[in-house]
């Protein structure tokens, strides 16, 4: 099975302690893929043309923004939302008030139309918050698999809903067919239950 690819974006000099947390949270799931521009190797090419085939491919888009704008991190935002099916989770850290940059303030205005965001104070404040939204973001994927599996069952029959689904996973770049789909959502189901808490 390919992991699960997880970009993060953000505007790096203003969130290099939150990216590293970030990373290590993402790697710490066996199916799990982190995506981040400072794990670039050298090549040719335009870094912008690299940043948006990396969210292009991603299946989890992981947004942080605070008092600096940064054009590159808009762009990879844009791109996330290029896939509606795409799982995006963002993140807003305070700031005192008149320190953000107007761009960024007009960003975030359409961010809050468009999205639910968690706010937090601390790098140390966001690990919690983080963990619970990628596991929940993993549990969305997985009840997405396991609906194809089910409308595959001729005893059931699909729903309107449910023909719709083969094309979220492609959507997505997951597996489609039933079988592999349906073995995916158990790798995920798995891994994500043994990493709850006992009692």
Same mark, same amino acid.
């Given at each position: ?86 799982? @995006? =989770?963002?993140?807003?850290? $305070?700031?005192?008030? *008149?320190?953000?940059?107007?761009? +960024? %303030? ?40 396991? @609906? =194809?599996?089910?409308?595959? $069952?001729?005893?059931? *029959?699909?729903?309107?809903?449910? +023909? %719709? ?35």
């Amino acid at each position: 099975m390919n992991k699960i690819q997880v970009f993060v974006s953000s505007k790096y000099s203003e969130f290099e302690m939150e990216r590293a947390l970030v990373k290590h949270e993402i790697d710490s799931f066996p199916f799990l893929e982190s995506i981040l521009a400072e794990d670039w190797s050298p090549r040719t090419g335009r870094s912008e043309d690299f940043y948006i085939a990396d969210v292009n491919r991603s299946h989890i888009y992981i947004g942080l923004f605070g008092s600096v704008y940064s054009k590159p991190t808009h762009v990879e935002y844009e791109a996330a939302c290029g896939n509606p099916h795409r799982e @995006r =989770l963002i993140y807003l850290r $305070d700031c005192p008030p *008149g320190k953000r940059d107007p761009e +960024l %303030r007009g960003l975030i205005a359409d961010i809050l139309d468009q999205h639910v965001v968690r706010k937090y104070a601390k790098p140390v404040d966001l690990l919690p918050v983080l963990q619970s939204d990628l596991q929940a973001a993993l549990w969305r994927i997985v009840d997405l698999c396991k @609906r =194809l599996g089910d409308s595959a $069952d001729s005893r059931i *029959g699909p729903t309107t809903r449910d +023909l %719709r689904i083969p094309q979220s996973l492609r959507a997505l770049e997951l597996p489609a067919d039933p079988q592999a789909a349906s073995a995916l959502a158990m790798t995920i189901e798995r891994a994500l239950i043994s990493r709850r808490p006992i009692g």
